[in-house]
């Protein structure tokens, strides 16, 4: 339970790191975002969440 905190942690971190540094940069990508298609989305978040299980995976052997 722990490493899932932390990893929740570092996820906020990581995100308002990214606010802080390109706001602008983010107000665009969220724009970006609104006009692509909820399947692309959707996609690209399966895609993303498969290559986080697979890095943890090696990770953690």
């Known amino acids: ?9 570092l ?4 995100e308002g ?5 390109a706001p ?13 298609p909820a399947g692309y989305l959707r996609l690209a978040g399966l895609v993303a969440m498969t290559v986080g299980v697979g890095i943890v995976w090696v990770i953690r052997g």
């Not at 339970?1 to 942690?9: I, P, V």
């Not at 996820?11 to 990581?14: E, G």
């Not at 602008?24 to 692509?36: F, S």
Request: negative net charge; hydrophobic residues 70%; without cysteine.
């Open 11 to 14: 996820v906020f971190v990581i």
């Open 24 to 36: 602008d940069g983010m107000k665009e990508m969220a724009a970006i975002a609104l006009e692509t």
């Open 17 to 21: 790191l990214l606010y802080a540094i």
């Open 1 to 9: 339970m722990t490493d899932l905190m932390t990893a929740l942690a």
